[in-house]
């Protein structure tokens, strides 16, 4: 059975990159006096929040799925119906020998 794979990696590492360079910037502000400007700094910071904020979210988003039991009817009916085609198809080739002979 195949699985979808997520899409959410990629932004994933986006975010993730996007927080440490205004987290860097912001702390390279408060170290280096000489490029310390307060709405510099602020926006770094809201900066870093957002990216942050969001990558909690996206994160929290998708939770690892769990078998529940209309995973396990569903996989049943499945099978079920399957079992049902195999019969028909035993069922036609019988008919069509019967039909030749």
Request: glycine letters at 2%.
């Amino acid at each position: 059975m195949k699985t979808l794979q997520r899409k959410t990696e990629p932004v994933m590492i986006v975010l993730t990159i996007n927080f440490s360079l205004f987290s860097a910037l912001a702390i390279c502000q408060v170290i280096l006096e000489l490029i310390y400007h307060p709405w510099l700094f602020l926006l770094c910071v809201l900066g870093g929040l957002v990216n942050l904020i969001s990558l909690y979210l996206l994160l929290s988003k998708n939770p690892p799925e769990v078998i529940t039991e209309e995973k396990v009817v569903s996989e049943f009916e499945k099978n079920k119906l399957m079992d049902d085609l195999e019969e028909e198809a035993v069922r036609r080739k019988r008919r069509d020998q019967i039909e030749q002979n």
